[in-house]
């Protein structure tokens, strides 16, 4: 079994503090994939006062009908508990969906996590090119609540293995739904902040392609009086001055939902006063971040 997992994103009410008195326990749901990245949804029959008739997902931020899912919620064979499934194939928006049931128009509870089982979702690119980059991956916020964590990627540049070398960070991924050429190369660019950006050509072999950037020559392309730096990592599968779109380097295709707290890596000292190290944003992207001596990692403890 897969144990629910936790990440630092949520809003609502804090588990930790006391529920009020005569509040009923809040429902809970245990989450299993199959094969094909369906997600399966089991609540117990509440002990009394009329069971939940809906699973209601709702997109955190949306304002629209279609950031709204209701899906049925059917009683299992032996009783005792329902079950809802999410199809992949509905293909949620990219984004946080939190985990409700409902009864009536109007009645409607946060659901807690269960235990999940999502062995089916680890490292599968097979089930990403039948389904064009759809992800759903339940998870747990911080507040102890399920929401579920979807990604719509297509094309897809899946990222893989990093390996480090004093100042020169190699970088593995894999192509989804487009065609490498000669010219592919990978393209850093800096975020929120005029620089130029650091193209390098690939290595490819079928849809796998390794990169190696020099975090040196990456942090000299910043201003000297810019303490930090974000450089996004984008696969241009036909060259820098292809036609094709650039694809975004990520990790979707797992059953961690947080990268930042799971895949870390190591600063390196890259100037006098810099250093770089790769890192995952909130979304899964993959970035090299350069910073000053003032500024701190994401998570560091000092």
Request: charged share 30%; aromatic share 4%; with cysteine.
């Amino acid at each position: 079994m897969t144990l629910s997992l936790t990440t630092d994103d949520d809003t609502g009410r804090d588990p930790a503090r006391p529920a009020d008195p005569g509040t009923p326990p809040a429902p809970h749901a245990d989450c299993v994939s199959d094969e094909a990245g369906d997600i399966t949804f089991t609540v117990a029959v509440p002990p009394a006062g009329g069971r939940w008739e809906t699973l209601l997902l709702q997109r955190r931020g949306g304002d629209t009908s279609a950031d709204s899912v209701h899906l049925p919620l059917t009683e299992s064979p032996g009783g005792g508990s329902l079950t809802a499934t999410l199809p992949l194939a509905l293909r949620l928006a990219e984004g946080r969906w939190d985990a409700h049931v409902t009864r009536g128009e109007s009645q409607r509870t946060r659901l807690r996590p269960g235990v999940n089982d999502l062995r089916t979702l680890a490292d599968d690119a097979g089930r990403a090119r039948r389904t064009e980059g759809a992800v759903c991956l339940p998870y747990t916020t911080k507040y102890g609540n399920l929401s579920v964590r979807t990604w719509l990627r297509w094309p897809h540049a899946e990222a893989g293995r990093i390996h480090l070398n004093e100042h020169t960070g190699t970088v593995e991924a894999l192509l989804l739904g487009a065609e490498l050429t000669e010219g592919a190369c990978l393209e850093a660019r800096a975020r929120a902040l005029d620089a130029p950006a650091l193209t390098v050509p690939v290595t490819r072999e079928g849809s796998h392609v390794t990169a190696r950037l020099d975090l040196a020559e990456l942090a000299g392309r910043q201003a000297a009086d810019r303490d930090r730096a974000e450089w996004e990592l984008w696969l241009r599968p036909d060259g820098a001055e292809g036609r094709a779109d650039a694809v975004r380097l990520a990790r979707i295709l797992d059953d961690v939902p947080d990268k930042r707290a799971v895949y870390r890596y190591p600063a390196v000292r890259v100037a006098r006063n810099r250093t770089a190290a790769f890192a995952y944003t909130g979304a899964g992207d993959l970035s090299v971040e350069v910073q000053g001596p003032g500024e701190r990692r994401h998570g560091d403890r000092r």
